[in-house]
């Protein structure tokens, strides 16, 4: 890359207007700081284009160039895909495409610029009495086209689907500046390859979205929400599949918490007192969401059967909206708090729901035979096989010296993981930080047909080069 960097600033400029470009400094730093803190590579530049055409105008610049391009929505990502590898990259940020273009809440449907950040679509959906049920602790800054890009997840995967299952199409500049017109509003269109289904969760590595039409659904009238006290992961499932049984559809959150997370959030503070019904070794916090014509209070007699089975002894129900979303505080800071408790080592991982039980046994064991002293965090959506299995450093130990010791961890996890058939990623995608493990465990076939479509896609790729693939 020979461009000297003042000219290459010069050149954004003129293409996208003053002020539409970051050089490296102060000012870039929110662009390149990352949650998980682990990339610390500065860009060349970041640019700001705010049209559909300054995006292709640049894609275009860039290709003759041969200069690589990072698509960037809210930099929300855990895998560090929306940050710099090598340095040579111009970060293209999408904030200033942030129109909500058209919203139809009685045929469900909405037309989002990939800018928009995603509670402000979730704002937008309810203003017409509608939601878009996607919820992520991030959704403050993640934006529609980092959600898609990431084919984020989240606490209702259960009942709505992921990212993917939430989009009927997409607008998108390839890789030579061209516009793929993809804004279909169809809920059935077999023409072809699904182009839509390809580029959600290609993180930037494919295209670079620019607008997404995403599916809208009625707001339920009414929810009803628990945290049930349960002996461990076996009793965790057995309750899912009554609850499921008992609600259908009307199950939209299933999430698993261990006792050591709620301990966390008390001794630091991120929970005032103990919302929990009493103390267990476990509980599942889960909902029910009841349309206008529903009979409420199912999920109070829902669960009588299941403390005669044995399966609970106690459980809380929310009273009240302010009870809700102290039950809820619990489980959307579990991954934060690790970070109050020194270091972590983190995975998002998947396996058939059936299996949950086996991975957590296993996978606790495995690490702790690596790391004496380790203290699992094992929590997330039971009800989707996807736990966010972490682990805190033991008392006492030296952090850094402990996240030196992270492969061991990895390693002894996913090999409980791979050996249930089971997925490395769930919902946080590949991005720089699992590339070689996607090599390691990948099926080769598919590696050599992803390759193929980047090939065939991004020719000189110079769309997000290194990550997903390296
Ligand atoms: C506290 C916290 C909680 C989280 N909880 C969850 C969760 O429950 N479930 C979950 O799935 N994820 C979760 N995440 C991860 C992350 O927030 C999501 O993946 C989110 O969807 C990323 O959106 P973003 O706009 O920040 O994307 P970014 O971080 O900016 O980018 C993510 C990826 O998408 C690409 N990208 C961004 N915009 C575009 C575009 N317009 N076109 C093409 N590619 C693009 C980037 O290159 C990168 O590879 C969480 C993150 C945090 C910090």
Same mark, same amino acid.
Request: proline share 5%; charged share 20%; with cysteine.
């Given at each position: 890359?020979?461009?000297?960097?003042?000219?290459?600033?010069?050149?954004?400029?003129?293409?996208?207007?003053?002020?539409?470009?970051?050089?490296?400094?102060? @000012?870039?730093?929110?662009?390149?700081?990352?949650?998980?803190?682990?990339?610390?590579?500065?860009?060349?530049?970041?640019?700001?284009?705010?049209?559909?055409?300054? &995006?292709?105008?640049?894609?275009?610049?860039?290709?003759? *160039?041969?200069?690589?391009?990072?698509?960037?929505?809210?930099?929300? =990502?855990?895998? =560090?895909?929306?940050?710099?590898?090598?340095?040579?990259?111009?970060?293209?940020?999408?904030?200033?495409?942030?129109?909500?273009? +058209?919203?139809?809440?009685?045929?469900?449907?909405?037309?989002?610029? @990939?800018? &928009?950040?995603?509670?402000?679509?979730?704002?937008?959906?309810?203003?017409?009495?509608?939601?878009?049920?996607?919820?992520?602790?991030? #959704?403050?800054?993640?934006?529609?086209?980092?959600?898609?890009? +990431?084919?984020?997840?989240?606490?209702?995967?259960?009942?709505?689907?992921?990212?993917?299952?939430?989009?009927?199409?997409?607008?998108?500049?390839?890789?030579?500046?061209?516009?793929?017109? /993809?804004?279909?509003?169809?809920?059935?269109?077999?023409?072809?390859?699904?182009?839509?289904?390809?580029?959600?969760?290609?993180?930037?590595?494919?295209?670079?979205?620019?607008?997404?039409?995403?599916?809208?659904?009625?707001?339920?009238?009414?929810?009803?929400?628990?945290?049930?006290?349960?002996? =461990?992961?076996?009793?965790?499932?057995?309750?899912?599949?009554?609850?499921?049984?008992?609600?259908?559809?009307?199950?939209?959150?299933?999430?698993?918490?261990?006792?050591?997370?709620?301990?966390?959030?008390?001794?630091?503070?991120?929970?005032?007192?103990?919302?929990?019904?009493?103390?267990?070794?476990?509980?599942?916090?889960?909902?029910?969401?009841?349309?206008?014509?529903?009979?409420?209070?199912?999920?109070?007699?829902?669960?009588?059967?299941?403390?005669?089975? =044995?399966?609970?002894?106690?459980?809380?129900?929310? /009273?009240?909206?302010? #009870?809700?979303?102290?039950?809820?505080?619990?489980?959307? #800071?579990?991954?934060?708090?690790? +970070?109050?408790?020194?270091?972590?080592?983190?995975?998002?991982?998947?396996?058939?729901?059936?299996?949950?039980?086996? !991975?957590?046994?296993?996978?606790?064991?495995?690490?702790?035979?690596?790391?004496?002293?380790?203290?699992?965090?094992?929590?997330?959506?039971?009800?989707?096989?996807?736990?966010?299995?972490?682990?805190? #450093?033991?008392? /006492?130990?030296?952090?850094?010296?402990?996240?030196?010791?992270?492969?061991?961890?990895?390693?002894? %996890?996913?090999?409980?993981?791979?050996?249930?058939?089971?997925?490395?990623?769930?919902?946080?995608?590949? /991005?720089? !930080?699992?590339?070689?493990?996607?090599?390691? %465990? *990948?099926?080769? %076939?598919?590696?050599?047909?992803?390759?193929?479509?980047?090939?065939?896609?991004?020719?000189?790729?110079? !769309?997000?080069?290194?990550?997903?693939?390296?």
């Amino acid at each position: 890359m020979t461009t000297p960097t003042t000219s290459l600033h010069a050149e954004i400029a003129t293409l996208l207007g003053e002020g539409a470009v970051v050089p490296p400094g102060a @000012a870039m730093a929110r662009f390149i700081d990352e949650p998980r803190r682990r990339f610390h590579t500065a860009a060349q530049a970041v640019a700001l284009p705010s049209s559909v055409e300054q &995006v292709q105008a640049l894609v275009r610049w860039a290709a003759a *160039k041969r200069i690589p391009l990072i698509p960037q929505g809210g930099n929300t =990502g855990l895998v =560090g895909g929306q940050v710099p590898l090598s340095g040579q990259e111009v970060i293209v940020s999408l904030e200033r495409l942030n129109r909500i273009r +058209s919203i139809d809440a009685a045929t469900g449907h909405m037309t989002a610029e @990939a800018g &928009v950040i995603l509670e402000k679509a979730h704002e937008a959906a309810e203003a017409e009495g509608a939601i878009f049920p996607l919820w992520i602790a991030s #959704q403050g800054s993640a934006r529609i086209g980092g959600v898609l890009a +990431s084919n984020a997840g989240g606490v209702q995967v259960l009942a709505y689907g992921n990212a993917r299952e939430l989009c009927l199409g997409v607008e998108a500049v390839t890789a030579d500046g061209r516009l793929y017109a /993809g804004l279909n509003t169809l809920r059935k269109d077999n023409t072809g390859y699904d182009l839509k289904d390809l580029l959600i969760g290609s993180e930037g590595t494919l295209a670079i979205l620019t607008a997404a039409t995403l599916k809208l659904f009625p707001r339920p009238a009414a929810y009803e929400t628990a945290v049930v006290n349960v002996a =461990g992961p076996e009793q965790a499932l057995a309750l899912f599949y009554r609850m499921k049984a008992a609600a259908g559809a009307r199950l939209t959150a299933f999430e698993l918490m261990p006792r050591f997370g709620i301990d966390m959030l008390l001794r630091h503070g991120m929970m005032s007192s103990d919302a929990t019904a009493s103390m267990s070794p476990w509980y599942v916090l889960l909902e029910f969401s009841y349309g206008e014509a529903d009979r409420q209070g199912v999920l109070a007699e829902a669960l009588e059967p299941a403390f005669e089975a =044995g399966l609970t002894d106690d459980a809380v129900l929310a /009273g009240s909206l302010a #009870q809700r979303q102290q039950l809820w505080a619990m489980r959307e #800071q579990m991954s934060e708090v690790q +970070s109050r408790e020194g270091a972590s080592i983190k995975h998002d991982v998947c396996v058939d729901i059936a299996d949950v039980p086996q !991975l957590i046994a296993e996978g606790m064991e495995a690490a702790e035979r690596a790391v004496p002293g380790i203290r699992p965090c094992p929590f997330g959506h039971l009800g989707d096989g996807n736990i966010h299995f972490n682990f805190s #450093q033991p008392i /006492g130990a030296d952090p850094k010296a402990f996240m030196a010791g992270a492969d061991a961890v990895h390693d002894a %996890v996913y090999e409980v993981v791979l050996r249930l058939g089971g997925s490395v990623s769930a919902e946080h995608g590949i /991005g720089q !930080l699992k590339t070689k493990v996607l090599e390691e %465990v *990948k099926d080769p %076939v598919a590696l050599d047909m992803m390759r193929a479509i980047k090939q065939a896609l991004d020719p000189h790729r110079i !769309l997000n080069p290194g990550k997903v693939l390296a």
